[in-house]
């Protein structure tokens, strides 16, 4: 059995070459943490904070959200993290922190029925079939007016997706596939995503035809994975964007020699890794 990810199908998808530098390979990423990055995880991390204690019956201030982001902020900065633009690290924090100000005020007080916060998710595709997916939802919602649930998810990018993009997203869709299995196929499943940058909540819907058609489609990607025998380098815009480039054969780059000798061994106690192909 082999685990799959939302973001492993992906890379293979985007570029064979790629997937096996990550995934198979365990070259470590040659890119440094961007502060774009560090700045998306101290907000999920703040707001997992709020709601585990709105879960416990308690509401905190919006002082207390604001200290708790600044902890965290300052807790996982490392000297790593990289900076490729004008603005300075004091500028991506109080980005981080009018996000959460936006945030709470619109929301207060966080009564729209959260069941649970980085919920990790198994999503079975098919019977017998022998790989599955994981996958982790930012918070699960019961909403009791409407009788349905809803996977929401953060997002701290500066763009805008387009609306397309939300009916065709796979993520929080596979997502619902678990939550209807353990919930029951008849409840309705709204994907939610917040756009924290401009205080906005976007919602889509998916039929259980679609959801249904969404599986034959992962458990097609997964047996062309698991059968590949060559990983051809695909060049495209996307590479500029990739954290192999540097790594990369196809722009004339290689792995240093240091670096394949120092590669992340398999971890013997995780299935996952056993199972992946070397
Ligand atoms: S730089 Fe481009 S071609 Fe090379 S591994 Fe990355 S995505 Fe693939």
Redesign the pocket.
């Given at each position: 059995m082999t685990l799959y990810s939302h973001s492993r199908i992906s890379a293979f998808e985007?570029?064979r070459?790629?997937y096996k530098?990550k995934y198979l390979d365990k070259i470590p990423s040659p890119v440094k943490k961007t502060v774009e990055a560090h700045l998306g995880e101290c907000v999920h991390d703040a707001l997992e904070w709020l709601y585990k204690n709105v879960l416990q019956k308690h509401v905190p201030e919006m002082d207390e959200l604001i200290e708790k982001y600044s902890l965290v902020w300052q807790e996982k900065y490392t000297g790593e993290i990289v900076i490729v633009n004008n603005l300075s690290k004091q500028d991506y924090f109080n980005k981080g922190i009018k996000f959460l100000v936006d945030y709470y005020a619109k929301h207060h007080p966080f009564d729209d029925g959260t069941l649970e916060t980085e919920k990790k998710v198994w999503i079975n595709l098919e019977k017998n079939f022998p790989h599955k997916v994981i996958g982790y939802i930012d918070r699960l919602v019961y909403n009791k007016e409407k009788n349905e649930y809803e996977i929401h998810d953060y997002k701290t990018a500066n763009t805008l997706p387009d609306r397309k993009k939300f009916e065709n997203d796979r993520q929080l869709a596979l997502y619902s596939i678990a939550i209807k299995e353990t919930y029951g196929q008849e409840k309705p499943v709204v994907l939610v995503w917040h756009y924290l940058n401009y205080n906005l909540k976007i919602i889509s819907k998916r039929t259980n035809e679609q959801l249904e058609n969404l599986k034959k489609e992962i458990v097609r990607q997964i047996n062309e994975i698991e059968s590949a025998k060559e990983f051809p380098?695909?060049?495209?815009v996307?590479?500029n964007w990739?954290e192999?480039?540097q790594y990369?054969k196809?722009?004339g780059n290689s792995i240093p020699k240091e670096i394949l000798e120092m590669r992340i061994k398999p971890d013997v106690n995780s299935k996952e890794k056993i199972n992946e192909k070397h």
């Open positions: 985007q570029c070459y790629q530098l380098p695909n060049k495209s996307l590479c990739c192999y480039k990369c196809a722009w």
